[in-house]
């Protein structure tokens, strides 16, 4: 009775690769989706949210190491997984800026004090 209960609470559960529903329970305590067949440990998952959380916080990967009582490679490779993470999606948000892009005339240069705008001295057109 007590497998069956387990394994209704976990059908009501999301799996994280395909995002829908029908997780359960294997006998070596292991999540199983029905749709993808992932198989992924709970721990796991629980441990890399912390891993992510202190990442967040900006705290260093041996301190985090040393917090969480794992090893320094595993918690370094992690944060370096992380910021390849972020680097790959500001480059994919910056391809929106490739190629001709349309602006206004500016003014730069110049001091505050005086004639402001198109007729004020030392100010170049950009």
Same mark, same amino acid.
């Given at each position: 009775m007590k497998?069956?209960l387990?394994?209704?609470y $976990?059908?009501?559960? #999301?799996? =994280?690769?395909?995002d829908?529903?029908?997780?359960?329970r294997?006998?070596?305590?292991?999540?199983k989706c029905? +749709?993808c067949?992932k198989?992924y440990r709970?721990? &796991?998952l629980k /441990?890399?949210m912390? =891993?992510?959380?202190?990442?967040?916080?900006? !705290?260093?990967a041996r %301190?985090t190491a *040393?917090?969480?009582?794992? *090893?320094y490679?595993? =918690? +370094?490779? &992690?944060f370096? /997984? $992380?910021r390849?993470s972020i680097?790959?999606?500001?480059?994919?948000?910056?391809r *929106?800026?490739?190629?001709? !892009?349309e602006? /206004?005339e500016s003014?730069f240069g110049? #001091? #505050? &004090?005086? %004639?402001?705008?198109?007729?004020a001295k030392n100010?170049? =057109?950009?």
């Amino acid at each position: 009775m007590k497998r069956v209960l387990s394994d209704m609470y $976990f059908l009501g559960r #999301k799996c =994280i690769f395909c995002d829908k529903y029908g997780l359960y329970r294997l006998a070596d305590k292991r999540v199983k989706c029905k +749709h993808c067949n992932k198989k992924y440990r709970l721990q &796991k998952l629980k /441990d890399d949210m912390q =891993i992510l959380y202190y990442f967040y916080l900006e !705290i260093s990967a041996r %301190k985090t190491a *040393r917090e969480l009582d794992f *090893r320094y490679k595993p =918690i +370094h490779r &992690k944060f370096m /997984d $992380f910021r390849k993470s972020i680097a790959d999606y500001c480059n994919a948000e910056a391809r *929106r800026l490739n190629g001709e !892009i349309e602006m /206004d005339e500016s003014y730069f240069g110049g #001091k #505050k &004090k005086g %004639k402001r705008g198109r007729g004020a001295k030392n100010k170049e =057109i950009a």
